[in-house]
């Protein structure tokens, strides 16, 4: 049960990952690629969560995937708030 709810995260956070990529493709704002990386990354690590045989999910490989995750969506945040406005 347990590898089946992780493939779900894993496939939700891979959809979410498509819908910002699309998003990127249409405004071409960085925001958004970043925000596709974080989450495809972070299916990655679910995937690899439920494939191993981890004994439990407090292991540290599986902290550092999700650390670079959110070092990710950090880094977004910052770099769109660094940049100028644009003018309308």
Not at 39 to 52: Q, S
């Amino acid at each position: 049960m347990n590898s089946m709810l992780l493939g779900a995260i894993a496939m939700a956070c891979l959809v979410v990952a498509l819908f910002f990529l699309r998003f990127w493709k249409q405004t071409k704002e960085r925001l958004f690629l970043f925000f596709a990386m974080a989450f495809f990354v972070e299916a990655i690590g679910r995937a690899m969560l439920g494939a191993l045989t981890i004994s439990a999910e407090h292991e540290p490989l599986i902290y550092l995937v999700r650390l670079g995750t959110y070092v990710l969506i950090l880094i977004a945040i910052v770099d769109y708030n660094r940049k100028p406005p644009r003018a309308p």
